[in-house]
Every structure is written in structure tokens, then in C-alpha cells.
């Protein structure tokens, strides 16, 4: 019989597989932004399953104050653990959580939350609420926060058919002369995505349109 949840049962399973020798790489890898147990994705995901087949998913009213509850722990796999409890419960979430979303982007903020986060959650909710959600999305990417333009950026990253172009390249072109090395990947990585369902479209915005070269070579980088 499942349990009720109870997040510490995350903690345990987690700190029980604690790895110092891997930690280390591992958070070097990260450039020492975060510490981390030393738990690598394939155990991790296992002990996630292991979580979520032992115990009842939260309350949908308290499922930020447990998010929260692991995100704010110091090692990098709790804020994966928190993502993942997301993910499990993102119907739940709504246009109304769209500011507890930005808070953990610009919470111990790097690329691999913020690309969990953006295209996963947040995309899901926007699409949930379209114009509504755009018009967030709009105000993300005049955000002074780096990541949280990042976040607006690869929202639609999943969409294939639905993404609304006119959206895409508007939210591309206020960031198309970025200094900034993570939006111009993301730029890149926005156009890459979608070249998978028009390629044509995204040679010619790439053509048609002035982006720093990274973006453009990760734009097109599958384009025969």
C-alpha cells in the first residue's frame, strides 16, 4: 500500500547512494556552480520511480510548498528531484503558478533546470491557456533576467505543428544580438527543433534575418 507523500523519503533514498568520487566530476562538469551527491541520471531516475511507486503523489495544493522543499536543498539532484515531481503533477499547474515557475528558473539558475523547466512545464501550461500564456511568455522575454528569457525562448520548443511562429521569431529577434552565450545556444536550439517539423521556414528566417553566428550554425545544423 502506497504512503503518503512524504519528501523525505526523496532525502533518504538520495542520501543513501551519496557519492563523493562522482560528486566531484560532477560538479565540475557544472562548472562548481552547485554541489552534488554523486548521483548519476540513470539511478537517479530509478530512485525517482522508486519514490513515486511507494508513495501518493502530493495534495495539488501543497505540491509548490514540496517542490519548494527540494529545490531549495543544496545539491543539484534535488532541484532535478523537484522538476521531476513537476512534471508528475503538471496538470495540476496552471496560468496562476506561471510566477512560482520563473521563481525556481531564477533559482539556482543554469541551463539544465531552466531546459527542464521551460519546454516541459512551462510549455505545457502556456499551451493549456494559449493567449494568455503568449502573452507571459511576451513579458519573460523582456525580463531582465537572463534565464528567464531562455525560458520564453524554449517554451514552444515541443510544440512540432502548434508552434505559433510569429511568436518564435518575435521572441528570437528581441534576443538576436545578444552578447550572451546560453541565448544564442537557445536561439539555435529553438530553430533546430522546429527545422525538424519546417525545415523550409527556418532557412529562410535564417537567411532573412540578422543572428550572431552560433545561432545560426546551431539553427541549421540538420538542414540538408
Do not use: C
Request: net charge neutral; aromatic share 10%.
Amino acid at each position: 500500500m502506497k504512503k503518503a507523500w512524504d519528501h523525505k523519503g526523496m532525502i533518504e533514498k538520495f542520501e543513501a547512494h551519496r557519492n563523493e568520487e562522482l560528486a566531484v566530476p560532477m560538479s565540475a562538469y557544472m562548472r562548481h556552480q552547485f554541489s552534488f551527491l554523486g548521483i548519476k541520471t540513470p539511478l537517479r531516475k530509478t530512485l525517482l520511480k522508486e519514490q513515486f511507486s511507494e508513495y501518493h503523489l502530493p495534495e495539488p495544493e501543497r505540491l509548490k510548498e514540496e517542490v519548494w522543499k527540494l529545490y531549495e536543498l543544496p545539491e543539484r539532484e534535488y532541484q532535478y528531484a523537484a522538476i521531476a515531481l513537476l512534471e508528475k503533477m503538471v496538470k495540476h499547474l496552471s496560468l496562476a503558478d506561471l510566477p512560482f515557475l520563473r521563481q525556481l528558473i531564477e533559482s539556482k539558475s543554469w541551463w539544465d533546470s531552466v531546459d527542464a523547466l521551460a519546454p516541459r512545464t512551462v510549455g505545457l501550461v502556456v499551451k493549456n491557456e494559449r493567449a494568455a500564456g503568449t502573452r507571459a511568455m511576451l513579458e519573460w522575454s523582456q525580463a531582465e533576467n537572463m534565464w528567464t528569457n531562455r525560458a520564453a525562448i524554449l517554451h514552444q520548443l515541443k510544440y512540432k505543428q502548434e508552434t505559433d511562429t510569429m511568436i518564435l521569431s518575435r521572441i528570437i529577434l528581441e534576443h538576436a544580438a545578444s552578447p550572451e552565450f546560453f541565448i544564442q545556444k537557445s536561439t539555435g536550439w529553438a530553430l533546430r527543433e522546429y527545422a525538424k517539423t519546417d525545415a523550409d521556414w527556418v532557412r529562410s528566417f535564417v537567411l532573412e534575418n540578422e543572428l550572431m553566428p552560433l545561432s545560426k550554425r546551431e539553427a541549421v545544423k540538420n538542414i540538408n
